[in-house]
């Protein structure tokens, strides 16, 4: 004699096997029809042409879910094209390349923020995921690794004055060249002026 729990769990196997076997009979129907079911649609479409566009229409206005997930299709198509035509990648390599960086960007190695296909402009060769300001900056530099190397140094020029002028040595930042660093700014430093590495106020002239 069967339990409760046992003659349950026997039906919901038996509905399940049911189920399986009624949706192999729709597959096997719908493999073996195919032409017959494209030309049933077809003719149901025409047939029906402004009823569908009217429910389409009313979806759209009332449903705000259907109208987001419109666009991520539409962005995903959009990306998935120029992804193709322009990089000459799928969405998959792609999502790789995404997996691969961590989701952060190449060079600042910052996440969360839009990643962009960096590639040679010359051999079009991807060479990873940026985000749009370091994919900008490569971009505005020609892509020269000397002229980036340039700027780099010249930023680091920048910051070793701004130290030696926080630190209080005059001489130091005198040394340094920089344009500010050695004068007063909006003075025009001559030789003379700034043999001393000071340069005579006003009233000191008299």
Not at 163 to 188: F, I, L, M, Y
């Amino acid at each position: 004699m069967f339990s409760f729990p046992d003659w349950s769990t026997q039906q919901h196997d038996k509905e399940l096997e049911r189920l399986e076997k009624r949706r192999a009979a729709q597959r096997r129907y719908r493999e073996s029809h195919k032409e017959q079911i494209k030309a049933a649609a077809r003719r149901y479409r025409e047939t029906n042409k402004e009823k569908i566009s009217e429910y389409a229409r009313h979806k759209w206005r009332t449903d705000p879910d259907h109208r987001e997930k419109h666009r991520v299709r539409t962005r995903r198509s959009q990306r998935k094209m120029v992804f193709k035509r322009v990089y000459g990648i799928s969405l998959e390599d792609y999502d790789v390349m995404f997996e691969r960086q961590g989701g952060a960007c190449a060079i600042c190695k910052r996440t969360g923020v839009t990643l962009c296909v960096d590639h040679c402009h010359l051999t079009g060769e991807v060479r990873g995921l940026l985000c749009i300001r370091c994919n900008s900056a490569l971009g505005f530099c020609s892509d020269d690794p000397a002229v980036l190397l340039a700027a780099a140094e010249y930023l680091q020029a920048a910051r070793d004055r701004q130290k030696a002028q926080n630190s209080g040595c005059p001489a130091a930042s005198a040394r340094s060249g920089g344009v500010g660093a050695g004068s007063p700014q909006g003075t025009d430093a001559t030789p003379e002026s700034t043999a001393s590495g000071l340069i005579p106020k006003e009233r000191d002239t008299r």
